[in-house]
């Protein structure tokens, strides 16, 4: 197969994903996603680099805009910053590569320590079954 056409159905591929990414809502909503856990790469304000608690979902998904909070829609998130206390750093380090559930609130970015435009505040993560 040609590089055009290999290119071609990774666009199409990745275009049908965004379409059909199933929708969760802001914060006061719990929601539960599926990904994993991983050290993402991120930059502090100044521009150090840094890694940041994270997790790779498995599908994307999209958020609507919250209006009385002035947070936008995003749409095809697939990598979320994990805002953890420290009993959910641990469980984080705990389970960090591995395939999971993480149950939280969702929530948009609103400083320049956020690494991704939407985070989530977990209160549980457990093992993907």
């Known amino acids: 197969m040609n590089r055009a056409l290999v290119a071609l159905t990774l666009a199409l591929t990745l275009a049908t994903s965004i379409a059909t ?8 909503a719990i929601v539960t996603l599926q990904g994993t856990l991983l050290s993402g790469d ?28 002035d947070w ?6 697939v990598l979320l910053h994990m805002a953890l206390d420290d009993k959910n750093m641990a469980t ?3 389970l960090k590569g591995k395939s999971v559930k993480v149950t939280g609130k969702l929530f948009h970015s609103d400083n320049g320590n956020h690494q ?9 993560s457990t093992p993907a079954k």
Request: aromatic letters at 10%; proline letters at 17%.
């Open 72 to 77: 936008p829609a995003e749409k095809g998130v």
């Open 92 to 94: 984080f380090k705990r």
């Open 116 to 124: 991704t435009d939407v985070l989530i505040f977990p209160v549980s």
């Open 21 to 28: 990414a199933k929708t969760y809502p802001y914060d006061p």
């Open 42 to 69: 991120g930059t502090t304000p100044d521009g150090k680099k840094l890694k940041f608690p994270a997790i790779r979902l498995t599908e994307p998904i999209s958020v609507p805009e919250d209006e009385p909070r």
